[in-house]
């Protein structure tokens, strides 16, 4: 079974440093691409930005540019989210997600919380 | 930036067909925008229904399709159930950058 398990969302004050981690299990993590994807409090989602199965992002969404960055790691099955001068209104739930290829994206983590608050 | 606009609710009887609908500020949605349909039920996170226009995930129930209709993407809900009052979010493709709607509130009532 397909699992995504994020982690690493804290509360932070404006202008700090945050990394997400997303753990996976279950596929070849090395043949997919991988997103993120955030949504905050009473929200819709926002697509933040992806990679492909060679460490190649996506463009990113221009509420992220230069503030964000996306890493994985194939050895250890993991994605990475890089955050830095956040701002209150990144304030949001951020999921990890699975793309299944075709222009799909098929399997969500259960979510991880960031907060930026002084 | 580009916007994509879902209806902001509907409302359905159970045992109906709904159709939801996503539109882009660009103009006409086509296949190549490759739209993408999930469902969000409160306190979850969202589920994949629909990929590149039509193509259903394994766990997508049979009564959910999608097409192009009139310029736009849909979602089509046929023989609703009461599990289906949910949020529903489309996402489309451009050149490179992915983009969601701003989702539409399903009541099955």
């Known amino acids: 079974e397909v699992e995504l398990v994020e982690s690493g969302g804290d509360l932070v004050q404006p202008g700090g440093s945050l990394r997400l981690s997303c753990s996976t299990f279950?596929?070849?993590?090395?043949?997919?691409?991988m997103h993120w994807v955030r949504q905050a409090p009473g929200k819709g989602l926002e697509y933040v930005l992806g990679i492909d199965p060679n460490g190649q992002s996506t463009r990113y969404a221009e509420s992220v540019r230069g503030r964000f960055t996306i890493s994985r790691d194939n050895s250890k099955n993991s994605l990475y989210l890089q955050m830095s001068s956040l701002r209150v209104d990144d304030t949001a739930v951020y999921y990890c997600?699975?793309?299944?290829?075709?222009?799909?994206?098929?399997?969500w983590g259960q979510g991880t919380t960031v907060t930026v608050s002084s | 930036q580009t916007v994509v606009t879902q209806e902001p609710s509907l409302t359905v009887s159970p045992g109906g067909t709904v159709t939801l609908t996503c539109a882009s500020s660009t103009g006409a949605v086509t296949s190549g925008y490759y739209p993408n349909w999930f469902q969000q039920k409160p306190g979850q996170a969202p589920r994949a229904l629909i990929y590149?226009?039509?193509n259903k995930h394994s766990w997508t129930p049979a009564r959910f399709s999608g097409s192009l209709l009139g310029g736009k993407a849909a979602l089509t809900l046929s023989a609703v159930q009461p599990e289906d009052e949910a949020e529903y979010y489309c996402l489309l493709y451009y050149d490179g950058i992915r983009t969601f709607g701003g989702g539409t509130k399903l009541t099955v009532l």
């Open positions: 590149n226009t039509g």
């Open positions: 997600l699975k793309d299944c290829g075709d222009y799909g994206m098929d399997v």
């Open positions: 279950g596929f070849t993590f090395r043949s997919f691409s």
